[in-house]
């Protein structure tokens, strides 16, 4: 069983950067992607950006290519997004989650993450 921890939301204005992370625990972690999405009341959970645990390839959504950078820390089975020049569009729920390991490489498709996290409230002020 895989456990997911996020932490890091906070309350931020537009135009400032905030840091989330992800702590993964129980199974190994050498061959999983693990990604992150965001989700507002009544709209679907939207992919954010993810990376490969065992060669760090990143691929990210068109709204937050430039903006966010998300990185691991393999040690510490962790993985940080760091969000900079935050708008206020970006305001919702952040859910780190675990890639399927027999679903594509590179998905971004939501069903195919198969352990989520709690989720962690980001509100960016304008």
């Known amino acids: 069983q895989v456990q997911l921890v996020e932490s890091g939301g906070g309350l931020v204005q537009a135009g400032g950067s905030l840091s989330l992370s992800c702590a993964a625990s129980?199974?190994?972690?050498?061959?999983?992607?693990l990604g992150w999405f965001r989700q507002t009341p009544g709209k679907e959970r939207e992919f954010v950006a993810a990376?490969?645990?065992?060669?760090?390839?990143?691929y990210y959504a068109d709204s937050v290519k430039g903006r966010f950078t998300i990185s691991r820390d393999n040690a510490k089975n962790t993985v940080y997004p760091q969000m900079n020049s935050l708008k206020p569009e970006d305001t919702a729920v952040y859910y780190c989650?675990?890639?399927?390991?027999?679903?594509?490489?590179?998905?971004?498709?939501?069903?195919?993450?198969?352990?989520w996290g709690q989720g962690t409230q980001v509100t960016v002020s304008s």
């Open positions: 989650a675990r890639k399927s390991p027999l679903s594509p490489c590179l998905s971004r498709a939501s069903g195919n993450f198969d352990s």
């Open positions: 990376i490969t645990w065992s060669s760090g390839v990143t």
């Open positions: 129980g199974r190994a972690f050498s061959s999983y992607t």
